[in-house]
């Protein structure tokens, strides 16, 4: 079975648009190559989005890998510009309430949830392991798709992602979700509040 390590992008620039990385989430990006490079990478793809792009750029310094770009790893959705932040949020947060609704720029939750499960199936006959860096909507979406909402916590499906965090997966089976341990050289455990309840291919 391949296994893949998700990475959520970097911390990004608070604007509209194409939005790139900030200082601290070049040095998160960089830190999160550095325990990639440690893993036996074989495969990196990333979302086509600036600040996903930015983030898979530190792993290919430290790793050499070729990139590849595959727009199923898009966010759902994108605040765009002539769009006030206001705005944005709620038809957002509509699109977590309710899986079904499509947002006014980007597809459904359980559309972004449908395409990146085929991603992984796709890149399953790849070398591996695989990185994958996405966005938190994206790696959401795919976990309510793998696991049902049941089976994650509030504080991931309402908050989201932290930066650079890392969930492993094993072929379609989750192992673990959202660490940030590697973030963190004091050693607390960066997942344990977003380990899933239960699991099931």
Known sequence: MTLFYVVQHAEKEQQPGDQGLTELGRSQARRTAQWLSRR??????????????????????????????????????????G???????ADWAASVRDRDHTPRTGVSSREAGARFR?????????????????????????????????????????????????????????LDIASTEHLDPGGRPGGEAWRPVRRRP
């Open 40 to 81: 036996g990478l074989r495969t990196l793809v990333s979302s086509p989005l600036r600040r996903a792009r930015e983030t898979a750029q530190a792993i290919v310094a430290e790793t050499g890998l070729e990139l590849r770009v595959d727009a199923r790893l898009l966010e759902r959705t994108n605040w765009e510009e």
């Open 83 to 89: 769009c006030s932040r206001e705005e944005f949020m």
């Open 118 to 174: 085929a991603l992984l199936l796709d890149y399953a006959s790849v070398p591996g392991p695989v990185a994958v860096t996405t966005h938190g909507g994206a790696t959401v979406d795919l976990l309510r798709t793998l696991l049902g909402d049941e089976a994650l916590s509030p504080k991931l499906l309402h908050e989201g992602v932290p930066s650079c965090a890392v969930t492993t997966i094993e072929g379609l089976t989750v």
